[in-house]
Nanobody, 115 residues
């Protein structure tokens, strides 16, 4: 059974930083692309960043230069370091993996950027 558990969200002031973590179980973590998505109130869920099995990252234009995705295959964990946060980054952030055409999501972690 695939499980993804996010942590690290919270309230931060504009310009601040947060680090999200996603611990995965039930999969051979090292062979899968992992992703972070977010959904703001009233908006569709959107891709923020993905990282391939070899560590190649991809970012949405809106977060390039501010966010960094990384993975630790020994810990079955993917991270999202978020710097220079803006109010428009406020959303619920979800971890994602696709295994055999099945999408799996974590429960989400709230990130609120506000003064």
């Amino acid at each position: 059974q695939v499980q993804l558990v996010e942590s690290g969200g919270g309230l931060v002031q504009p310009g601040g930083s947060l680090r999200l973590s996603c611990a995965a179980s039930g999969i051979i973590f090292s062979i899968y692309t992992m992703g972070w998505y977010r959904q703001a109130p009233g908006k569709q869920r959107e891709s923020v960043a993905t990282i391939g099995s070899r560590g190649t990252p991809n970012y949405a234009d809106s977060v390039k230069g501010r966010f960094t995705i990384s993975r630790d295959n020994a810990k079955n964990t993917v991270y999202l370091q978020m710097n220079s946060l803006k109010p428009e980054d406020t959303a619920v952030y979800y971890c994602h993996v696709q295994q055999r055409s099945q999408n799996y999501w974590g429960q989400g972690t709230q990130v609120t950027v506000s003064s």
